[in-house]
Nanobody, 125 residues
């Protein structure tokens, strides 16, 4: 069992930056593929970024590529999402997720077994 707790959300003006963090419990964090997803009101949960267990491979959605950076620290059981050049359309609840099986598409929410409670990101004009 893994527990995930996100932090770092908030209100920011367009063009600003935020850094989200996700702290994981357990001693097997380094084995999990980790992802960030987001969900805006009335919309489906959307893939944002993912990182493999070692950090060797990183994936981004086209909508955030070049603006967001995912990273992980396996010694600290954390995964981070640095978000720069934020846009109003980035407004959503952001979730981190853990995939212990490390199989299937990184962008499919159902491939992740564990989810955090989410943190709100609001980008104003």
């Amino acid at each position: 069992q893994v527990q995930l707790v996100e932090s770092g959300g908030g209100l920011v003006q367009a063009g600003g930056s935020l850094r989200l963090s996700c702290a994981a419990s357990g001693r097997t964090f380094s084995r999990y593929r980790m992802g960030w997803f987001r969900q805006a009101p009335g919309k489906e949960r959307e893939f944002v970024a993912a990182i493999t267990s070692s950090g060797a491979l990183i994936y981004y959605s086209d909508s955030v590529k070049g603006r967001f950076t995912i990273s992980r620290d396996n010694a600290k059981n954390t995964v981070n999402l640095q978000m720069n050049s934020l846009k109003p359309e980035d407004t959503a609840v952001y979730y981190c997720a853990a995939d212990p099986d490390r199989s299937g598409s990184v962008s499919t929410p159902t491939n992740y077994d564990y989810w955090g409670q989410g943190t709100q990101v609001t980008v104003s004009l």
